[in-house]
């Protein structure tokens, strides 16, 4: 599988973006999908994950109630829509997806996409 992201860019505080993340292949519905995220001089961190059938998804406590990860099998495509972004917020963020069980554990994530750069202005 090979995973594409796009969607990041600048945008000031209390604004929003929407990510994208398309697989290839015809097994997309197989994967859990996750988004996480690495500041600098950070380590990378669990943002969000969604279940092979979109029912059951998962946030880190800093995104409840601002980001939403939804996806669409038909078009092997996973979002995270950001919204009330803050400069904490700042980061590469990267898919992943994951044919195992757990949601939260990076170790659980078979494949990687290359990363989008989300930066918050204050």
């Known amino acids: 599988v090979q995973l594409q992201a796009s969607g990041g860019g600048l945008v000031e505080a209390g604004g929003f973006l929407r990510l994208s993340c398309e697989a290839s292949?015809?097994?997309?519905?197989?994967?859990?999908m996750g988004w996480f995220r690495q500041a600098p001089g950070k380590e990378r961190e669990f943002v969000a994950a969604?279940?092979?059938?979109?029912?059951?998804?998962y946030y880190a406590d800093s995104a409840k109630g601002r980001f939403t990860i939804s996806r669409d099998n038909a078009k092997n495509t996973v979002y995270l829509q950001m919204n009330n972004l803050k400069p904490g917020d700042t980061a590469v963020y990267y898919c992943?997806?994951?044919?195992?069980?757990?949601?939260?554990?990076?170790?659980?994530?078979?494949?990687w996409g290359q990363g989008t750069q989300v930066t918050v202005s204050s």
């Open positions: 969604i279940s092979r059938g979109g029912t059951s998804t």
């Open positions: 992943a997806a994951n044919s195992d069980s757990n949601y939260f554990t990076m170790k659980n994530y078979d494949y």
């Open positions: 292949g015809r097994t997309f519905s197989r994967y859990i």
